[in-house]
């Protein structure tokens, strides 16, 4: 008997590629390269409004357009929002950059305590990098592998918490925001490497097939 095979088809890779860049961009690199040149050229307080400013915006600019908001993106300026108080009120970069350190501990502790949700975070910030259609997601083998791939997510974020707060105890701001940045990204890298690798297994396993473009007409 022939193995039973359901195709699922995806946008093509250009797409999904501006889709999963245009979140990481607004919530991430945009803002610390704004504090970084604000930072440099203006001082420290500009940096820190800089930032906050930028991603204000890139809220404010959806809820005109009636854009829905990434999970990522309200989660990072609400975090930003305290650490521009505790920046501005204490004028310390260290304290400044200490949150983020410690965020990624919060963050990990959350990855953990949504496992047991029908959805758990991780699978709701997934779709601010790639929308699966709902046949994927709410498929009860795709649903495990979302739980369990939150416990990897969640060392990736110890990890990621730990050696950011080493480099910040030892190294000026400069050093530290090209360090950590290129050593976060090197390990969230290896995570997404992990994470699609066990992702097509298990699609794999339920005889569903993922395909780039558009289907085939005609």
């Known amino acids: 008997m022939a193995e039973h095979r359901t195709t699922i088809h995806l946008p093509p890779i250009g797409s999904m590629l501006r889709q999963a860049a245009r979140p990481l961009l607004e919530s991430a690199l945009i803002p610390l390269a704004l504090f970084w040149v ?19 915006l890139a809220i404010g600019r959806r809820l005109v357009a009636r854009r829905p908001l990434p999970t990522i993106l309200v989660i990072s300026t609400l975090l930003l929002v305290v650490r521009t108080v505790v920046g501005l ?51 009860p083998r795709i649903k495990r592998f979302f739980r369990r791939v939150s416990v990897l997510w969640a060392v990736v974020f110890l990890v990621n918490g730990a050696t950011t707060l080493t480099v910040l105890a030892t190294q000026t701001v400069g050093d ?43």
């Open 38 to 56: 604000l930072f440099t050229q203006l001082g420290f307080d500009a940096g820190l409004v800089g930032a906050l400013g930028w991603s204000a």
């Open 89 to 139: 009120c204490t004028g310390s970069a260290f304290l400044y950059f200490l949150q983020p350190t410690v965020q990624n501990f919060v963050f990990a502790l959350m990855l953990l305590v949504t496992i047991g949700l029908d959805r758990p975070l991780l699978a709701k910030l997934a779709d601010d990098f790639c929308a699966f259609p709902e046949a994927v997601t709410r498929h």
């Open 176 to 218: 530290y925001l090209m360090v950590s940045t290129a050593g976060s990204y090197s390990v969230v890298a290896l995570g997404i490497g992990l994470s699609l690798w066990w992702f097509h297994s298990s699609l794999a396993g339920e005889g569903i097939r993922l395909r780039i473009g558009k289907p085939a007409t005609g």
